[in-house]
């Protein structure tokens, strides 16, 4: 099992949509969650880190669930610039660093 | 400001041929990273260095070595390339390691193919 899988997608959703993706980790011992956004053939940015109390960016919602082990991002209003592959990240704690990238999730927003 | 900064963007090598991936970074980060993303394996970290002076193995370390040259600088080289090593590459930095604080910044990306 990997330590941190997404649906790979793809997602095509008409502009105007709510589109939720999720994410989930098998390390227990995971502290830090992040999602990030990477365009074709560029490099990820950082889209928001998800907090355990949940926070919201404009039209972006991320949420962690502890308990089940997996973070949601929520996406309402969907933009045609919305496009592009979403990554979610898990941090875990312990003697030796480790960060896992899932290996992606894919959203066209269709015209 | 620029970021960080990958040379080259593309590179196509002849099996067991050699070469070095250059990244720096302008941002006065302690921590840096190199990456490989293949198609649907996601990024996998093959060498991080926490601050200058030390380097530490990733998930993927095998066929690599790594040099922190000073603190803007670190430098990824392939000493025999395979095949298998045709990936997108990508270093990132960030301020601290670890934590929440920890976001990364990625550069551009070297394309490399073994032939």
């Known amino acids: 099992r990997k330590e941190v899988e997404q649906d790979p997608g793809p997602f095509n959703v008409p502009e105007g949509a709510t589109v939720a993706f999720n994410c989930t980790y098998s390390?227990?011992?995971?502290?830090?969650f992040f999602w990030y956004r990477q365009d074709c053939r560029k490099e990820p940015k950082l889209l928001m880190s998800v907090y355990s109390s949940g926070n919201e960016d404009g039209r972006f919602t991320a949420q962690l669930n502890r308990a089940s082990q997996y973070i949601s991002l929520l996406i309402r209003d969907s933009k045609l610039s919305d496009s592009a592959t979403y990554l979610c990240?898990?941090?875990?704690?312990?003697?030796?660093?480790?960060?896992?990238f899932g290996s992606g999730t894919q959203l066209t927003v269709l015209p | 400001n620029a970021g960080v900064t990958q040379t080259p963007k593309f590179q196509v090598l002849k099996t067991g041929q050699s070469m070095t991936l250059q990244c720096a970074q302008d941002m006065n980060h302690n921590s840096m990273y190199w990456y490989r993303q293949d198609p649907g394996m996601g990024l996998r970290l093959i060498y991080y260095?926490?601050?200058?002076?030390?380097?530490d193995k990733g998930e993927v370390p095998n066929g690599y070595n790594v040099s922190r040259l000073n603190k803007r600088e670190f430098s990824l080289r392939l000493e025999s390339a395979a095949p298998s090593q045709t990936s997108v590459y990508f270093c990132?930095?960030?301020?601290?390691?670890?934590?929440?604080?920890?976001?990364?910044?990625f550069g551009p990306g070297t394309r490399l193919t073994v032939l």
């Open positions: 390390n227990s011992a995971s502290q830090s």
């Open positions: 990132a930095s960030s301020e601290i390691l670890g934590g929440e604080a920890d976001t990364q910044y």
């Open positions: 990240v898990v941090i875990s704690s312990g003697s030796a660093r480790q960060l896992t």
């Open positions: 260095s926490a601050s200058e002076g030390t380097t």
